[in-house]
């Protein structure tokens, strides 16, 4: 087996710990830095003249003075199978659910709509920037089975698993106890730990499982170390009090959950939205995590998340985009909307920990943070190269910008998938928007 070894010299920002704006600690920038990638995984990363001066040749690098070289957008929390109906007009939750996403998700059944609608949406993660994404896809394992080899095949990071939905689902959408737990079994066992893929037990929420069906889900956890769970919660009104009558012995929609011993730290919740100070407090102790899906939330109608209220819980927040609730695959567009959600609660988002979130943060709200989430020595080079300024508006802003948080704040709010130049998967473009100029060093 040859090495591969490719150096990179651009502008390079990550992130080393939660960020403080204030004290400035938290994060590195290199207005010329590079990058050093060897087999996959990150060897050096430093200033050129530092690194010029230890004797590497500065000739060798591919050159983008011009971009921002930045750790791949992580999404905690995104269904494949819902690229189709992304904007679909009119409802919230639940009957958005049985208008558009049941129907869509039926069409799964077709294993060859799986591989197609797999590809073209691993596509879409990647010209957005997403190099690692938790996916649900839909109760049929052909369409787990599909999503996993179109993952293998381009060398992802990704981390799925098959919809378990035994009841309040249309005829022909629901698994049984039985067979829920013999595809979720047989899928780990092909897939989890298969390269860089793991698996998630995924009942989708509490209204569409048996008390028996998450029962058999937390036995599944409890029964391989180290696959995740996800599944949504409190998103909406209507659907907390669902959950309230079909489960009247629980104290309230997390308690379904924890009594069947789906809370912990591989744990992932959507939404988290409208939850009592005893949930976000029992989130906590169990080290479970949320995703904060803020295109998702007013696009449905759900409501506000209330970001400062879960992180003083001591729960760890992701940012995700929920599509096909969600409008954007952009997590870059994602954090524009988060700030507005934030801002209307008094909670402005500094682009510090905004793009914070969504790479070293995301990494650790999915546990990843040992293989990817910044440029630390050995881990896993999947990277971005960004253009902070590309349509009219963003230019003229850009150019008036002052600073670095300037710059990074701009981008947040008026970026999105148009501002991913190329995207890094260890080490290999896999895309590129237009004809990247290189210079020469
Ligand atoms: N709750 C249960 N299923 C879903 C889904 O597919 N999308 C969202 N946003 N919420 C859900
Ligand atoms: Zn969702």
Wanted: net charge negative; charged share 20%; proline share 5%.
């Amino acid at each position: 087996m040859g090495t591969s070894f490719r150096v990179f010299r651009a502008p390079i920002l990550h992130f080393t710990a939660r960020p403080d704006p204030v004290s400035g600690g938290g994060y590195e920038y290199f207005p010329d830095g590079v990058l050093v990638v060897r087999d996959g995984h990150v060897e050096t990363l430093g200033s050129a003249a530092d690194l010029s001066r230890q004797g590497l040749a500065l000739e060798q690098c591919e050159h983008y003075p011009d971009k921002l070289l930045m750790p791949g957008l992580i999404d905690p929390h995104i269904h494949y199978p819902q690229t189709g109906v992304i904007a679909s007009y009119g409802e919230q939750l639940i009957d958005w659910l049985n208008q558009y996403t049941f129907p869509a998700e039926q069409a799964f059944r077709d294993p060859e709509h799986g591989r197609i609608r797999a590809s073209e949406f691993l596509d879409l993660l990647l010209e957005s920037g997403t190099t690692t994404a938790m996916v649900y896809t839909t109760i049929f394992p052909q369409s787990t089975e599909a999503f996993f080899e179109a993952a293998l095949e381009r060398n992802l990071r990704m981390v799925a698993g098959k919809v378990m939905m035994d009841r309040n689902a249309p005829q022909g959408l629901r698994d049984t106890v039985a067979s829920g737990v013999a595809d979720t079994r047989s899928l780990i066992e092909r897939w989890h730990g298969r390269g860089r893929l793991d698996y998630a037990v995924t009942p989708r929420f509490a209204p569409t499982s048996s008390r028996e069906q998450l029962a058999a889900a937390g036995r599944l956890l409890r029964e391989y170390e180290g696959v995740y769970l996800q599944t949504h919660l409190s998103e909406n009104r209507g659907e907390i009090a669902w959950v309230g009558s079909l489960f009247p012995e629980a104290r309230d929609y997390l308690d379904v959950y924890d009594s069947y011993g789906l809370l912990g730290p591989r744990s992932v919740f959507g939404h988290g939205i409208h939850l009592s100070e005893r949930e976000r407090g029992r989130l906590g102790e169990t080290g479970s995590r949320i995703a904060f899906c803020p295109t998702s939330n007013l696009f449905l109608g759900s409501g506000l998340f209330d970001l400062a209220a879960t992180e003083e819980a001591g729960i760890g927040v992701g940012v995700a985009t929920d599509v096909g609730g969600g409008t954007s695959f952009s997590l870059l567009e994602t954090l524009a909307e988060a700030y507005k959600v934030l801002q209307i609660q008094g909670q402005p988002l500094h682009p510090l920990i905004g793009l914070y979130m969504a790479t070293l943060g995301n990494a650790r709200t999915l546990a990843l943070d040992d293989r990817i989430g910044n440029f630390e020595s050995g881990k896993e080079a999947d990277f971005i190269l960004v253009d902070p300024g590309v349509s009219q508006v963003q230019k003229q802003r850009q150019e008036r910008a002052r600073s670095l948080d300037e710059v990074l704040f701009a981008l947040m709010m008026l970026g999105d998938e148009r501002n991913i130049a190329a995207t890094y998967i260890q080490g290999v473009p896999v895309f590129q928007r237009d004809q990247l100029e290189r210079e020469s060093a």
